[in-house]
């Protein structure tokens, strides 16, 4: 094998030139491809890619007649009056769903009782219990809250919050204080893998919750209301309050603030989503005679599904670079077949030299083969460093789009490469190479040498 | 220790067959130094290469030291080209990227000798062949009469049985054609079979055995008819 190492050393250093060509074509589409491509197969993907026909989010249009969605992701959001309703017919079985979930975005300062952590900002969620399992999201330490522990003063913190507060121990148990109340923590949570939060439809690549807390503790004690929060014009001016202060006044208020997201049975999705559509539909009506739901679509049952392909969507440019970055990269494919030819058109007098010194045809074939092998292994390892730079770069720009307000390792997971497809790019670079290095060898092995070997 | 029993060879295009050897026979003894003559086009190149089992024949047997050869696979072939056929190419054949070790490393890798066994016999063909200091040199940086030594000494570093040279002085001045010849002529007293394709009368000369080749068709000939064309 030695030998062969040797040998093959020796062919791979011949015609430098034009190998260094193909190295560096290789290494410029597989740059390319992988920075592109790794950028929108990461945007792409969620914690919970395999439930995006099972979640649906649901909302009840009780805006103006006049008002302009614009795109999903700036659906409104329920109102309490519309959630109490869509709670009580859910516990009353007018529909049936896998389960139902509520939540609303809100946002406090994070401490711990004996001031050994800085305080942090924490954008968080006010969900039910149902929240969950229905999101998957996997628990470090503890468990979420019971059915009836939706108004305790307890909490669940994400992992990065538990690195802070707590150093990374189990601080199922111990306290912390928001707004100068102390919450229990009873659950740690690692929402790493979670790269979009979709919980409130923002979608955000930025940042994700830093913690939960119980949606009847959060009402009850009016944590504040951040992010997308929807209201009629007559309401516009009492938004404000609403937001911070005034629990009570929104309560009865046609403000939209809070997510609903319904789990459908894999089995009998359609069934399901056809009997909650239509007692949306019968609840606008029926809710029509005092005025309200005046708007045409006065109702949105839209899947996760929905959501990603919108956000596809917005990715024009992005896809655009990909499919240059494919394009080139078949160029790039092309280039090297021909600097091959180009190479190993002078190699059929070397094959036929090897063979007249005493090389049999499978050696010379195992010699061409290492010798590809390690011209494709030098070109991928420096396109896998040169898209790793290529996304390095590329998350640099987006946390600068984003005036660097965005939580760094949240981002970071946009931009990290995308292994499987790295494999799948490497694969068909070291197919291609031995097919089109293999094929002039195996032909000049083929001919008799002492063709090539006269003059 | 060779036989060649109507041996015969048809180059085929679309258009044209060309005869290259016809019914030709040949037995060559251990240890001889024979020198094959003939016009150019006469088959003399192809007589070597079929000898040297870098041509297939269509017609007739050969035998290496008892082995039809027409019957052995590839891998076979292959084996005794490189145990026991040395080749010394009118135009070097060196690889001009490698430097005189390594190209004479290249038969004895194919060989499966170990590196103290190649590093041995490479140092002793280049000091035969009065290269013993030139060892990283490559092949660009050498005469053309040195080239052909370096041909000559990966030929011998493998310790053939048969030397087959086509041509071996053809590319080289006079003075560096007699330096290469005393060489080879030296080669065969020490034993190796030596078969030299050759249009220069003068050097067919110095064979112990002359073989005219004439369309095709094989004759011994005498030295004295040598000197009669050479004339």
Same mark, same amino acid.
């Given at each position: 094998?030695?030998?062969?190492?040797?040998?093959?050393?020796?062919?791979?250093?011949?015609?430098?030139?034009?190998?260094?060509?193909?190295?560096?074509?290789?290494?410029?589409?597989?740059?390319?491809?992988?920075?592109?491509?790794?950028?929108?197969?990461?945007?792409?993907?969620?914690?919970?890619?395999?439930?995006? @026909?099972?979640?649906?989010?649901?909302?009840?249009?009780?805006?103006?007649?006049?008002?302009?969605?614009? @795109?999903?992701?700036?659906?409104?959001?329920?109102?309490?009056?519309?959630?109490?309703?869509?709670?009580?017919?859910?516990?009353?079985?007018?529909?049936?769903?896998?389960?139902?979930?509520?939540?609303?975005?809100?946002?406090?300062?994070?401490?711990?009782?004996?001031?050994?952590?800085?305080?942090?900002?924490?954008?968080?969620?006010?969900?039910?219990?149902?929240?969950?399992?229905?999101?998957?999201?996997?628990?470090?330490?503890?468990?979420?809250?019971?059915?009836?522990?939706?108004?305790?003063?307890?909490?669940?913190?994400? #992992?990065?919050?538990?690195?802070?507060?707590?150093?990374?121990?189990?601080?199922?148990?111990?306290?912390?204080?928001?707004? @100068?109340?102390?919450?229990?923590?009873?659950?740690?949570?690692?929402?790493?893998?979670?790269? =979009?939060?979709?919980?409130?439809?923002?979608?955000?690549?930025?940042?994700?919750?830093?913690?939960?807390?119980?949606?009847?503790?959060?009402?009850?004690?009016?944590?504040?209301?951040?992010?997308?929060?929807?209201?009629?014009?007559?309401?516009?001016?009492?938004?404000?309050?609403?937001?911070?202060?005034?629990?009570?006044?929104? #309560?009865?208020?046609?403000?939209?603030?809070?997510?609903?997201?319904?789990?459908?049975? /894999?089995?009998?999705?359609?069934?399901?989503?056809?009997?909650?559509?239509?007692?949306?539909?019968?609840?606008?009506?029926?809710?029509?005679?005092?005025?309200?739901?005046?708007?045409?679509?006065?109702?949105?049952?839209?899947?996760?599904?929905?959501?990603?392909?919108?956000?596809?969507?917005?990715?024009?440019?992005?896809?655009?670079?990909?499919?240059?970055? =494919?394009?080139?990269?078949?160029?790039?494919?092309? @280039?090297?077949?021909?600097?091959?030819?180009?190479?190993?058109?002078?190699?059929?007098?070397?094959?036929?030299?090897?063979?007249?010194?005493?090389?049999?045809?499978?050696?010379?074939?195992?010699?061409?083969?290492?010798?590809?092998?390690?011209?494709?292994?030098?070109?991928?390892?420096?396109?896998?460093?040169?898209?790793?730079?290529? /996304?390095?770069?590329? =998350?640099?720009?987006?946390?600068?789009?984003?005036?660097?307000?965005?939580?760094?390792?949240?981002?970071?997971?946009?931009?990290?490469?995308?292994?499987?497809?790295?494999? #799948?790019?490497?694969?068909?670079?070291?197919?291609?190479?031995?097919?089109?290095?293999?094929?002039?060898?195996?032909?000049?092995?083929?001919?008799?040498?002492?063709?090539?070997?006269?003059? | 220790?060779?036989?060649?029993?109507?041996?015969?060879?048809? =180059?085929?295009?679309?258009?044209?067959?060309?005869?290259?050897?016809?019914?030709?026979?040949?037995?060559?003894?251990?240890?001889?130094?024979?020198?094959?003559?003939?016009?150019?086009?006469?088959?003399?190149?192809?007589?070597?290469?079929?000898?040297?089992?870098?041509?297939?024949?269509?017609?007739?047997?050969?035998?290496?030291?008892?082995?039809?050869?027409?019957?052995?696979?590839?891998?076979?072939?292959?084996?005794?080209?490189?145990?026991?056929?040395?080749?010394?190419?009118?135009?070097?054949?060196?690889?001009?990227?490698?430097?005189?070790?390594?190209?004479?490393?290249?038969?004895?890798?194919?060989?499966?000798?170990?590196?103290?066994?190649?590093?041995?016999?490479?140092?002793?063909?280049?000091?035969?062949?009065?290269?013993?200091?030139?060892?990283?040199?490559?092949?660009?940086?050498?005469?053309?009469?040195?080239?052909?030594?370096?041909?000559?000494?990966?030929?011998?570093?493998?310790?053939?049985?048969?030397?087959?040279?086509?041509?071996?002085?053809?590319?080289?001045?006079?003075?560096?054609?007699?330096?290469?010849?005393?060489?080879?002529?030296?080669?065969?007293?020490?034993?190796?079979?030596?078969?030299?394709?050759?249009?220069?009368?003068?050097?067919?000369?110095?064979?112990?055995?002359?073989?005219?080749?004439?369309?095709?068709?094989?004759?011994?000939?005498?030295?004295?008819?040598?000197?009669?064309?050479?004339?």
């Amino acid at each position: 094998m030695n030998d062969l190492l040797h040998l093959a050393w020796q062919g791979f250093r011949q015609k430098s030139k034009l190998t260094s060509l193909m190295i560096a074509n290789l290494v410029i589409g597989i740059t390319l491809l992988l920075t592109m491509g790794t950028i929108i197969a990461q945007s792409g993907h969620s914690a919970i890619s395999h439930k995006l @026909n099972q979640l649906h989010h649901i909302s009840l249009n009780f805006m103006d007649a006049e008002f302009d969605r614009r @795109n999903a992701f700036r659906t409104p959001p329920l109102t309490y009056r519309d959630t109490q309703a869509l709670t009580h017919a859910y516990q009353q079985d007018d529909f049936e769903l896998e389960s139902l979930s509520f939540s609303y975005t809100t946002s406090f300062v994070l401490d711990v009782e004996d001031d050994t952590a800085r305080p942090m900002d924490a954008t968080s969620s006010a969900v039910d219990n149902a929240f969950f399992p229905m999101m998957q999201i996997p628990f470090l330490f503890g468990a979420a809250w019971g059915d009836n522990m939706s108004e305790e003063a307890i909490i669940v913190l994400d #992992k990065k919050a538990n690195d802070h507060l707590f150093a990374g121990q189990n601080s199922v148990g111990k306290r912390v204080v928001i707004n @100068n109340q102390l919450l229990e923590v009873v659950g740690v949570v690692d929402l790493s893998s979670h790269t =979009y939060r979709f919980q409130n439809i923002s979608f955000s690549n930025r940042e994700n919750d830093l913690a939960f807390v119980p949606l009847g503790y959060a009402i009850n004690h009016n944590l504040p209301r951040v992010g997308y929060m929807p209201c009629k014009t007559k309401e516009e001016p009492a938004r404000p309050s609403y937001r911070q202060s005034d629990i009570n006044g929104l #309560k009865t208020a046609e403000c939209g603030f809070i997510h609903a997201w319904a789990d459908v049975s /894999l089995l009998n999705s359609d069934e399901q989503l056809e009997n909650l559509t239509l007692w949306l539909r019968n609840y606008t009506k029926q809710q029509a005679s005092q005025g309200r739901f005046t708007h045409l679509e006065s109702y949105y049952v839209q899947s996760l599904r929905l959501f990603h392909d919108t956000i596809y969507g917005f990715m024009d440019w992005e896809r655009v670079y990909l499919n240059f970055a =494919y394009l080139l990269f078949a160029i790039t494919l092309v @280039n090297t077949v021909g600097i091959l030819l180009a190479k190993n058109q002078h190699r059929a007098k070397l094959v036929s030299l090897y063979r007249a010194l005493g090389a049999n045809r499978a050696y010379i074939t195992q010699i061409q083969i290492i010798e590809l092998f390690i011209a494709a292994s030098i070109a991928i390892t420096l396109g896998l460093v040169g898209a790793q730079i290529g /996304l390095y770069v590329m =998350y640099l720009l987006a946390l600068y789009q984003m005036d660097y307000v965005g939580v760094a390792d949240q981002v970071l997971k946009l931009y990290s490469m995308d292994m499987l497809f790295a494999l #799948k790019a490497a694969g068909a670079i070291y197919l291609t190479i031995i097919i089109a290095g293999l094929y002039p060898i195996i032909k000049a092995s083929r001919i008799a040498p002492a063709s090539q070997l006269r003059g | 220790m060779l036989k060649m029993n109507d041996i015969s060879k048809i =180059y085929r295009t679309d258009l044209v067959e060309t005869h290259a050897l016809s019914g030709v026979n040949l037995t060559v003894e251990e240890g001889e130094f024979i020198a094959v003559t003939g016009p150019s086009g006469s088959g003399k190149t192809t007589f070597l290469n079929i000898t040297g089992l870098l041509e297939t024949f269509e017609e007739g047997q050969y035998f290496l030291d008892g082995e039809d050869v027409s019957q052995l696979s590839d891998k076979h072939l292959s084996r005794l080209r490189n145990e026991k056929i040395g080749f010394i190419f009118q135009g070097f054949n060196l690889i001009s990227d490698l430097n005189l070790y390594d190209n004479i490393e290249v038969p004895l890798i194919f060989r499966g000798l170990n590196k103290q066994t190649r590093k041995q016999r490479i140092e002793e063909s280049l000091e035969l062949v009065g290269l013993g200091s030139r060892a990283n040199h490559f092949p660009a940086q050498l005469s053309g009469g040195q080239q052909q030594r370096v041909a000559i000494a990966r030929a011998l570093a493998g310790k053939p049985r048969f030397l087959l040279a086509d041509e071996p002085t053809g590319n080289l001045d006079t003075m560096m054609a007699r330096q290469v010849m005393a060489l080879l002529q030296e080669i065969n007293r020490q034993g190796t079979t030596l078969i030299m394709v050759t249009h220069d009368n003068e050097l067919a000369q110095r064979a112990h055995r002359n073989i005219q080749i004439l369309d095709g068709q094989l004759s011994d000939i005498a030295k004295s008819q040598l000197t009669d064309l050479a004339v």
